[in-house]
């Protein structure tokens, strides 16, 4: 019988894995082991003896935490993938699935972003050591997939959100960020006061929809290369505000700083491989996703990461 190891399992996935409650699947935290740690990270994997594996671990952040600390995203990301995948490999892990991100694809890309051009080109400067960290997964999996027949995948989601997110005003991706300002702005009726001009474009994907396919991929996905997790729908960051402060009964003004970078305006993906495969899969709606999200953020606040 399988038994399935999810690492990174206080994340925002590795939560949303939890929620489905399935049978023969064991989590493991930072809190449970240092997986930069070669000998406690191979403990682990000979004590729980898992047949398969959803790698999620990572040192995350945002824009700010990858400008600040972009030599310490990388050497940590590195040790923490190498570790995984080698103590897999040993252990005789028969399937595993590595997450990566859209930051992977190189600054200067032709839209839609397709799998096939994650190493052509840098990424874009802000992120880059991240970028590497993450991009060498591919690498890395391939590269055991030819020497040892390690049937090891990997999957690209674009921006994933939802319960349990990172909520750091400072260092949180765009929607925990942006609820939990709204949240402040409403507790203190201040104007909510959003970086840019509104206008870019982001494709979003509920957390529970990534954790059914990261599923869905370990048991049916089995190419080399890398796969798109996304719905392909775009929304304005300005349609996201107005979303949110629906959602979260925000009446006070909304004001977009122009003088604050927009970042990129749009980082369209192409869902074809993604499609063929599952054509008939729905992806939670936005309305339906952020109203979930704004409950659980606001039932556990202030007890949140951050």
């Known amino acids: 019988m399988d038994k399935t190891l999810v690492t990174g399992a206080n994340g925002l996935v590795g939560c949303a894995i939890r929620k489905l409650d ?86 200067q890309c032709s839209y839609p972003l397709n799998e096939k051009d994650i190493h052509n080109g840098p990424p874009h400067p802000s992120n880059f050591g991240y970028a590497y960290a993450k991009r060498m997964l591919e690498v890395q999996s391939s590269a055991y997939r030819k020497e040892w027949n390690c049937n090891y995948i990997v999957a690209i989601p674009t921006n994933i959100y939802g319960p349990n997110d990172n909520w750091s005003l400072e260092d949180g991706h765009v929607m925990p960020s942006l609820i939990h300002r709204c949240f402040i702005a409403k507790k203190h009726k201040l104007d909510l006061t959003v970086w840019g001009s509104g206008k870019p474009l982001r494709e979003f994907v509920f957390s529970v929809d990534i954790a059914k396919l990261a599923v869905w991929a370990l048991d049916n996905y089995n190419e080399d290369s890398p796969i798109i997790f996304s719905s392909g729908v775009e929304i304005s960051i ?69």
Not at 60 to 73: L, T
Not at 84 to 94: A, D, F, H, Y
Not at 249 to 267: A, M, V, Y
Request: with cysteine; glycine share 6%.
């Open 238 to 306: 300005k349609e996201l505000v107005e979303i949110v402060t629906a959602e979260m009964k925000f009446k006070g003004k909304i004001i977009f700083d122009s003088s604050k970078p927009d970042g990129q305006f749009r980082k369209p993906s192409d869902t074809t491989k993604f499609k063929k495969y599952c054509p008939d899969f729905e992806f939670t709606s936005i309305e339906r996703g952020v109203k979930e999200t704004v409950n659980w953020f606001e039932s556990n606040y202030p007890n949140v990461r951050i």
């Open 22 to 107: 399935l049978p023969n699947f064991e989590y493991v935290t930072h809190e449970d082991v240092d997986l930069t740690d070669f000998e406690k990270t191979k403990y682990i994997f000979e004590t729980i003896k898992p047949t398969r594996v959803i790698h999620l671990a990572a040192v995350v952040g945002g824009i700010g935490g990858n400008i600040m600390h972009s030599g310490e995203y990388f050497r940590s990301n590195v040790m923490i993938n190498t570790n995984v995948l080698e103590c897999s490999r040993i252990c005789g892990v028969k399937k595993l699935i590595s997450f990566m991100s859209t930051c992977v694809f190189p600054d």
